[in-house]
Structure formats: structure tokens, C-alpha cells
């Protein structure tokens, strides 16, 4: 029997196939607003599996091709569900069978593309930018958003590291550490990421525009638009590495080898900063350097690179462990403020609210 499956929000069958790791070869098409390339997956088979089939979430995408060891298989895109999109179904070609047995591992590539009604991206005008040069992309695939980007296993049940390569004419960030940029002609550069912190789908993150970086730690930058790059480094500079050293000292030391910010643009919808740190597109809840006093508040994004390992889906009723989680996240963030601003923090009741 395959592995029990317990997120009730995910159409894959993820309790006989767990994503490993997942490689996204995407192009950014600021005309057409929309991504389109290759995505490639490494699939291994869960204790009991005995599928010949795998099934991903999928959202609005348009599948072009799926391959499964270099060779074309059946695939079928079945009707949509409401909010949780349309699974896609696929066949494991007849010489796969061994694959099926426990350990066994597949390696699937799919050609797609994003489409106009994709949840995941938010696309700005220049006019919607400080400066007015340049369009913006950003992505926010919390919390079951993932799958309109490209097909997985949208579940935070499940982890895998991740390869970025992403071509652009303007430049990108990711939930990665940037290994190196390659021009790719016509005015377009390839920007290669790594994320070798097993993490969910919800947690692919990109962003794409006039963009600039400036290091604020000696770990950690910062990334915004030219006009703000000053301000925003002398906000965070100051403080950003004495948080981290904190946390280290309370919790574990720091796993994701860089913490870097990304201030987006004033049109951001959804309030506030936003934090794109190696593993993770934050709220960033600030009240900066004021009159000289450090007032930095990174609790929000700070803590959640901290939780505890098995904390990692959403639904109370099918994760227990998710009412321990508020309280493990608020008390670790106001030990950050405790410790790092050498304040007393507020109290937390049981159920983890601030009073």
C-alpha cells in the first residue's frame, strides 16, 4: 500500500511519488506575460507504490510535451476540480515498471507555459514602478498557487530542492543562491540559482525587473529598485546580521547560507516589504531605524527560517503539529526582539495571538 496521503488540497499522488529535486529552465516573456520552458523533475517511488502513473497538480498551464527518460509518453490533462486546478495524469512508459518498485526513480521532463489566467504572477506596468522604466514580475505561490506556474506536487507535504535557470532582459531574483549569469543573446542573460535546502512548491519564488543589490551583511542582501537600493540598505544594514546571530544562538545555526531581502515595488499588493530570502517570499514587518534607534522588526521571516522541520503544512485538522507551530513562531520572535534590540517583548496567550 502506498504512502498515506493526509493534505486533502493537492490532487497528485504524492503518497507514491515524492519530487526530489526540480530543475525550472524558464524564460521570462514581459510582452506576453507570461513564462515558458522546460521544467525537469527527479520522482522517486514511495514504500507500497505501485502506480504506472503519475499524477501533478496543475493549474491553467499549458502542457506542450511530457518525456519520461528521453521518451514521449501518454499524458492527459483532466477536468478541472475548482480552486485545485486540473491534474495531470501520466503514464509511465512499459520500460519504467522497475521504477515503480520502492526507491525506484523516474525522470520526467514536461514543455510548458504559463498562461493568462495563471495565479501565481502578478505582472507591473513601468508606471506601476518607482521610476517608471521598466515592467516587473513577481510570483506568489502561497499557498496552492505553485501549480499554475508549472505541474507538482503542490503540497507543502512535500520538499525538493531546486535548480533555477532563468532568462530574462532584465534582472532576476529567486528562492535561490545565484551561482552564476550567462548572456544568452538578444539582449537576454541566463541566471543560474541553486536551492539545495529541500523546500515546498508554495516557496518558489522569482522576480524579475529593474532590479539592484547592495550587501547588507556578510551574508545577506538586499534587492529593490535603483531608487530605493540606498534606503533600504540603510535600513537593514545595521541590524540584519545581529538578528541572525541571535537566532543562532537561541535556536540552531543558520541552514540556508544566505538571507537576502527583496523590497518590492510601492505597487506590491499585498503590504509592506517583501523578504525573498534563500528559502522563502516573506512579509517583511519593519519599523526601521527611527532617529538614529534600530526598531527593526524581522521576526516574520526570521522565524520561519527556524521552524522545526516537521512544521510544514497548513491544514490543522490533517497536521496536528500546526497548532504548536503560531507558538514556536512567536515566542522564537519576541526572544529576537528580547535579545536583539535588548527589549522586553509582548506576551503571547496560548494560542499564540500577541496581547
Not at 142 to 160: G, N, Y
Request: one cysteine or more; glycine letters at 8%; a neutral charge.
Amino acid at each position: 500500500m502506498a504512502t498515506a496521503v493526509r493534505d486533502p488540497n493537492t490532487l497528485s499522488n504524492y503518497g507514491s511519488w515524492l519530487t526530489k529535486h526540480t530543475t525550472a529552465s524558464l524564460s521570462i516573456d514581459f510582452e506576453e506575460k507570461l513564462l515558458r520552458g522546460k521544467i525537469d523533475y527527479e520522482l522517486i517511488s514511495r514504500p507500497g507504490n505501485r502506480s504506472q502513473e503519475i499524477v501533478l497538480d496543475s493549474s491553467f498551464v499549458a502542457v506542450k510535451s511530457v518525456t519520461v527518460g528521453g521518451s514521449d509518453v501518454k499524458w492527459e490533462l483532466r477536468d478541472r476540480v475548482s480552486a485545485y486546478g486540473s491534474p495531470l495524469h501520466i503514464s509511465l512508459p512499459d520500460g519504467e515498471e522497475a521504477a515503480a518498485v520502492e526507491g525506484g526513480v523516474v525522470k520526467l521532463s514536461i514543455e510548458m507555459s504559463t498562461t493568462k489566467e495563471c495565479t501565481a504572477l502578478q505582472w507591473l506596468t513601468p508606471e506601476q514602478t518607482s521610476n517608471r522604466k521598466h515592467p516587473y514580475m513577481f510570483s506568489q505561490c502561497q499557498a496552492i498557487h505553485a501549480r499554475s506556474l508549472f505541474p507538482c506536487q503542490d503540497t507543502p507535504d512535500v520538499k525538493s530542492t531546486y535548480s533555477f535557470n532563468i532568462t530574462s532582459g532584465l534582472p532576476v531574483v529567486a528562492s535561490g543562491i545565484l551561482k552564476d549569469t550567462e548572456d544568452a543573446g538578444s539582449g537576454q542573460t541566463l541566471y543560474r540559482f541553486e536551492q539545495d535546502v529541500p523546500i515546498p512548491s508554495y516557496l518558489f519564488a522569482l522576480a524579475s525587473g529593474d532590479i539592484k543589490t547592495a550587501q547588507i551583511g556578510p551574508r545577506s542582501k538586499v534587492a529593490t529598485g535603483p531608487d530605493e537600493l540606498e534606503g533600504a540598505k540603510w535600513e537593514l544594514e545595521k541590524d540584519m546580521e545581529k538578528f541572525m546571530e541571535v537566532a543562532e544562538k537561541i535556536v540552531f545555526p543558520y541552514r540556508w547560507g544566505e538571507y537576502n531581502v527583496l523590497v518590492l515595488p510601492p505597487s506590491f499588493p499585498y503590504g509592506g516589504e517583501c523578504a525573498l530570502t534563500n528559502g522563502r517570499k516573506e512579509i517583511l514587518l519593519t519599523r526601521c531605524r527611527r532617529d538614529g534607534e534600530p526598531h527593526l522588526y524581522l521576526r516574520h521571516p526570521h522565524h520561519h527560517q527556524w521552524r522545526p522541520p516537521k512544521c510544514r503544512c497548513h491544514c490543522p485538522r490533517t497536521c496536528p503539529q500546526l497548532e504548536r507551530e503560531p507558538g514556536y513562531e512567536l515566542q522564537l520572535g519576541a526572544l529576537l526582539v528580547e535579545r536583539g534590540l535588548d527589549r522586553v517583548p509582548r506576551t503571547a496567550n496560548r494560542r499564540g495571538h500577541s496581547r
